[in-house]
């Protein structure tokens, strides 16, 4: 008969306990950041090196939330993330315009390479112009695998189909996964199919992946990076101090420094170009 | 006014109305300290819900009851109440833990402490011959043993009034035989008022101290049970409790203390004070008939006698039940021996007879079971 | 099948290194989980004892709520969860949105449904005189609902085993909610979710399979009390 109320005690204490290490579990309001970047830019992992860093300077605490760029981009207009990290700059400039966001930075850039099936079916290997070569892809009706989930990379493949005024949407040999870049690439690579990738994530799982770099180097394949602070007028909450701090860090001169040496070691080149100070049109050249 | 001693309950103009009907409607009750109220009736009849309206789980919809002359809610409250008494369902509902913790739940609801506990309980065990089961889980128990270990449970608290509610419905009877003679014994020993609910006749026979009868919602008639047996207030009671032969006559001739009803061209004589052509109904128990062979009978004898005719012979436990021809049917309850004696088989005839005393006089022959007098 | 046997080569070294990372967030998912679990017990049991036991008007709308929650998609609780926290929503002043403390708030509301129509069923399933007889041995209306409540307590550990099982396992609430936050919000599913969608399918086929232990260990231990209950 003890131990019958003895149960009840124990689970009482467990909650109290609980709920008291509850406590300890959220932070003070003007100490934290929160920071809107993409999943592929958290996927390269700078930012598990570039945060810990910039935390133990400052002392804010950041919380990176990687969403798509279309969700990152909403979230700064709603004032529900203090600086943004991303990469679609025509939808960044007119963020800008609408007048969410002071302050837009050039930080670094790092670039989309197009890949595909070593046997290179379209015969694309080694063009200087993405534009030609989805031309092409496009007339050999070669199995394209699309994120097709309105994220940067996404954009950015649509703008070059664009550009190059070839159909795609619709077509069989386009298929559209709505994945993250790391597993629309293991689709390529088990279809045999072509795809366009951040040279980032692709670097990352190249090892395992049969796929190869084919086409790379053209200007429009820049993947470029801003940041861009939240503007406190429009949402008197967001916490701008921390959010210049955060943006005047990853301009710095140490910061700019790690970004150029990030990844060599691990995949032999570079995963990122530091551009801080630099004018956009004068990348690639 | 304190000669008497000062009712346990006392029901005044209880009604309760359940979905639009009247299901319990009793003007008037009282129970006295020490006895034991038998509550006889068929199904629907209201007993239950009498029981739990006096336990306080269902609430009147007009009247009151008075608890020891406290109104029960407002001079003395529910929970405080509930705790004097016990009640015992027809189901033992038995929680699913030990019979110790089962018996002991009542004490732990109080409050009391697990050392006051531990004798209570173990003397409620004992004494309701379970003390063997008292690590047993709840769930192991037969129907017996769990009826056993519910009785405990209500004893435990120490009551002071004690209902119950057909507590040994739905066992064996040789079962049922070893609990209520227990139950019998334990209550004569304590000599706690107890109001017993049950539809079995001989298990009120023997346990109560007052009989009452209940139909629709009503009490029919209360009183010791040689009363309510031998002198039922009308043929529904009468039915209920075993009169077997209910016959409508008509009062023909009135004699000094006696009358003569006429009954299927029969003549039978009765006691009663009745007017001449009135209709009546006369109530025979079959245990007051008695058969004897033809050639031995007497006929002009001062009792009842008629010749009749065997019709149907049905044997029940240790006697049995003769259904009779005399002109009218009579039913007549015969000893083994007797019967063996007589060698009755179908279409023999014998000779009924009963005395005058024991054909009881129900006036106006109604056939309802509405009271006319209480 | 050899990426599973990665993964599972994966999930054993992790632990057997008591790799820090995957320490904290098997951690963390025990301390959500758990948390929501036990909130939606108290709310749920007391809420759906008291319906069973309850008649008010419009009770039978009520049932076909809880019922509904039972089915809930926790994806559409997280949303709405999210958007109330917003730091310009209706609760953004608490300031708890991206906080182990939404992701319990998020999760609890999924559980607590679940917790609640199961004890309802359950209590309503205890015999109809049971309640009639409690209430003679003299018990108060809370004491009458504490012992129906270990009465039932077979069901109501399935209760907490479906609770329990339905927030572990959850993602889509926890990742909105939570934001996924290394090191202070991430969990086993979340971290899962993130792994496959990098392409590193062993790493999350390692963290699946701890997340199954992790689950399957602590069924086995509420189990046990069931059917050591069930024994007695």
Known sequence: MKHQYCREFMLLAAIALLLVSMSSVTQAQEKTLILATTTSTQDTGLLDVLIPIFEKKTGYFVKTIAVGSGQAMTMGQKGEADVLLVHSPTAEKKFMEDGFGVSRRLVMHNDFVIVGPSDDPAKIKGLKSAGEAFKKMASAQALFISRGDNSGTHSKEKEIWKAAGAKYEGEKWYQQTGLGMGQTLNVAAEKKGYTLADRGTYLALAKTLKLSILVEGDAVLLNIYHVTEVNPAKWPKVNIAAAKAFADFMVSKETQEIIKTYGVEKYGSPLFFPDAGKKVEDLGK | MNTSPSPVFEARNLQVVRGGSLILNVPSLVVSEGEILVLIGPNGAGKSTLLQALSALAKPSRGEILFRGQRIGTDIPVLQYRRRLAMVLQEPLLFDTTVYNNVASGLKIRGMKRDEIEPVVARALERFGIAHLRDRSARTLSGGEARRASIARAFATNPEVLLLDEPFSALDPIMRETLIEDLEHVLRETRITTIFVTHDRMEALRLATRLGVMNTGEILQTGSADEVMNHPVNEFVASLVGVETILQGKVI?????????????????????????????????????????????????????????????????????????????????????????????????????????????????????????? | MDLILEGIKKAFWLLVSFDPEVLGITFLSLKVSGTATLISLFIGISVGASVALTRFPGRRIVVSLINTGMALPPVVVGLFVTISLWRNGPLGFMGILYTPLAMILAQAVIATPIVTGITLAAVQQLPGKLRLQILALGATRLQMLWILIKEAKLSLLAAVMAGFGGVISEVGASIMVGGNIKGYSRVLTTATVMETGRGNFDVAIALSIILLLLAYLINLVLTQVQQRERRR
């Open chain 2, 253 to 374: 001739r009135k004699n000094s203390r006696t009358f003569i009803a006429s009954v299927s061209g029969q003549e039978i004589e009765a006691i009663g004070d009745v007017d001449l052509g009135e209709q009546v109904s006369l109530c025979i128990r079959p245990e007051n008939v008695t058969l004897s062979a033809i050639a031995t009978g007497d006929l002009t004898s001062v009792t009842d006698t008629f010749p009749g005719t065997v019709e149907k012979i049905t044997p029940i436990g240790h006697y049995r039940k003769v259904q009779l021809n005399c002109g009218f049917p009579l039913v007549a309850y015969v000893t083994n021996p007797s019967f063996s004696d007589l060698s009755l088989k179908e279409g023999t005839e014998v000779l009924a007879s009963f005395k005058t005393k024991a054909v009881h006089v129900i006036r106006g022959g109604t056939r309802d079971g509405r009271t006319q007098r209480t």
